[in-house]
């Protein structure tokens, strides 16, 4: 079975800084384009960062210059470096794999809370 398992998240200062894991299972996980969603509270889901099979990065431009995202494929993980968060980076923070030949699978994780609050 398919299992992609986020960690990390949890109350950070405005300012501060947390980084996020997602460990991936039952996936060949070199095929994957790996990203990062977040979702707050009458919203709608985002796409915060994305990191492809090749190693290329992109990010939204809210995020872009805070958060770096990075792939260790032997181990099967994709983490979310956090910096400089302000309140309204608070949201639950969701893992996608998203296969990149036909036919395009899409895995989703339960999602980690983030809250940025003083």
């Known amino acids: 079975q398919v299992q992609l398992v986020e960690s990390g998240g949890g109350l950070v200062q405005p300012g501060g800084s947390l980084s996020l894991s997602c460990a991936a299972a039952?996936?060949?996980?070199?095929?994957?384009?790996m990203n990062w969603y977040r979702q707050a509270p009458g919203k709608q889901r985002e796409l915060v960062a994305v990191?492809?099979?090749?190693?290329?990065?992109n990010y939204a431009d809210s995020v872009k210059g805070r958060f770096t995202i990075s792939r260790d494929n032997a181990k099967n993980t994709v983490d979310l470096q956090m910096n400089s968060l302000k309140p309204e980076d608070t949201a639950v923070y969701y893992c996608?794999?998203?296969?990149?030949?036909?036919?395009?699978?899409?895995?989703w994780g339960k999602g980690t809370q983030v809250t940025v609050s003083s």
């Open positions: 996608n794999a998203e296969q990149a030949v036909w036919p395009k699978h899409d895995y």
């Open positions: 039952g996936i060949t996980f070199r095929l994957y384009t």
């Open positions: 990191i492809t099979f090749g190693g290329n990065t």
